[in-house]
């Protein structure tokens, strides 16, 4: 059980927008502590796609996009490509008794 | 352009100890801001971070796994080592290392190594 929150899928056709959200508490997100997002194909290793809640690496297209606000994250993927079918990983830190740091359940995004 | 590649036994029994090493090249695991992490995976399921090594000897461990936990570096042949003793079968999961930054994201990945605990 973690103590992030993410819905387990979300769909969407090609070009669409989808969002991600990632739900925590005054003990991780709320308590301002940053937000990263991991976009992991299948079987592969997860990748870095935002970090510190809205920065892009450099290499990962503007499509994707991070924003925080409150005790919950988002992430927003804009014209949506079959390339983008995989599972999207929240994490950040929590001072509570769940460890340092905590992953999202994961949100699996298919491309229709 | 930093790599990471684990390395370690594929089949570990219940009750002994899981050891892994992650080696990494174009870059140093001695120099610079980084922590040198430890993540897996079990078959199926979402990521779990294990714990990471910074300033070539400091550790933070998730408190879950603390008490069987151990993460050490040897900066001469660019390596940081895991080891898991007391190993169940909930223990069986890809385990990948990583680089972080002091602000808890990672950056740099290894491909991952399936470590199956049976007897």
């Known amino acids: 059980q973690s103590v992030l929150t993410q819905p387990p899928s979300v769909s969407g056709a090609p070009g669409q927008r989808v969002t991600i959200s990632c739900a925590g508490s005054?003990?991780?997100?709320?308590?301002?502590?940053?937000v990263h997002w991991y976009q992991q194909l299948p079987g592969t290793a997860p990748k870095l796609l935002i970090y510190?809640?809205?920065n892009r690496p450099s290499g990962v297209p503007d499509r994707f996009s991070g924003s925080k606000s409150g005790t919950s994250a988002s992430l927003a993927i804009t014209a949506l490509q079959a390339e983008d079918e995989a599972d999207y990983y929240c994490?950040?830190?929590?001072?509570?008794?769940?460890?340092?740091?905590?992953f999202g359940p994961g949100t699996k995004v298919t491309v229709l | 352009q930093v790599q990471l590649q684990e390395s370690g036994p594929g089949l570990v029994k219940p009750s002994e100890t899981l050891s892994l090493t992650c080696t990494v090249s174009?870059?140093?695991?001695?120099?610079?801001?980084?922590?040198w992490t430890w993540i897996r995976q079990p078959p199926g399921k979402g990521l779990e971070w294990i714990g990471y090594?910074?300033?070539?000897?400091?550790?933070d461990y998730n408190p879950s796994l603390k008490s069987r936990v151990t993460i050490s570096v040897d900066t001469s042949k660019k390596q940081f080592s895991l080891r898991l003793t007391s190993v169940t079968v909930a223990d069986t999961a890809v385990y990948y290392c990583?680089?972080?930054?002091?602000?808890?994201?990672?950056?740099?990945w290894g491909q991952g190594t399936l470590v199956t605990v049976s007897p």
């Open positions: 510190g809640n809205t």
């Open positions: 174009g870059g140093s695991v001695s120099i610079g801001n980084f922590y």
């Open positions: 090594i910074y300033n070539i000897g400091s550790t």
């Open positions: 994490q950040s830190y929590d001072t509570g008794l769940s460890g340092l740091y905590v």
């Open positions: 005054r003990s991780n997100i709320g308590a301002g502590h940053d």
């Open positions: 990583a680089r972080g930054r002091s602000s808890g994201w990672q950056d740099y």
